[in-house]
């Protein structure tokens, strides 16, 4: 009986797991953008209003909306398009959300080929007060891969190590 259970699990196909990383990017991705979206959906209803002292809440919804965009992008490939949805959610100077839009905005500038700015993009997030360990191993990651492309190797490493020991499913590629 034993035989017979070792070779259908030989006949099976292996299943594809989705890593650690991937799932708590994409739930974090999801729940800003609900944020987002609920908070605009109200604010369009009526039901919610800006801050009395101005426009916090329509800004934090319209960057959130943004930013969620910028991901949805970056996903699909359109770099471009990304970073631009990206820099309008930084344009809303909401600084809550400015760590994780630069984490992400220095990744989308690596893949389009722009390092230093990536660097500096990436840098902004690492140096964020503040327990966001998670989104500093991704900062630290990106800018890992704008310095290797740089040829800046020594400094790649170092940053890669930084990811590493933020987070021990990033690894050097």
Do not use: H, W
């Amino acid at each position: 009986m034993s035989q017979n259970k070792t070779k259908s699990r030989k006949n099976q196909p292996e299943k594809k797991r989705i890593s650690r990383k991937t799932v708590v990017a994409i739930g974090v991705v999801i729940v800003v953008c609900i944020v987002a979206a609920a908070g605009l959906l109200l604010m369009r209803q009526g039901t919610l209003s800006p801050a009395p002292s101005g426009n916090a809440t329509n800004s934090f919804a319209t960057a959130g909306a943004f930013y969620c965009t910028s991901v949805d992008l970056a996903y699909e490939g359109n770099y471009n398009e990304a970073l631009q949805d990206a820099d309008l959610a930084l344009a809303q100077n909401v600084s809550s959300l400015t760590p994780i839009i630069q984490s992400d905005r220095a990744g989308i500038l690596v893949e389009l080929g722009r390092y230093n700015d990536a660097i500096d993009a990436a840098d902004v997030a690492i140096n964020a007060p503040g327990n966001l360990t998670k989104l500093r191993a991704i900062a630290y990651y990106n800018k890992a891969n704008a310095l290797q492309a740089l040829g800046r190797i020594s400094e790649a490493d170092a940053a890669y190590a930084n990811a590493t020991a933020l987070d021990p499913t990033l690894k050097q590629p």
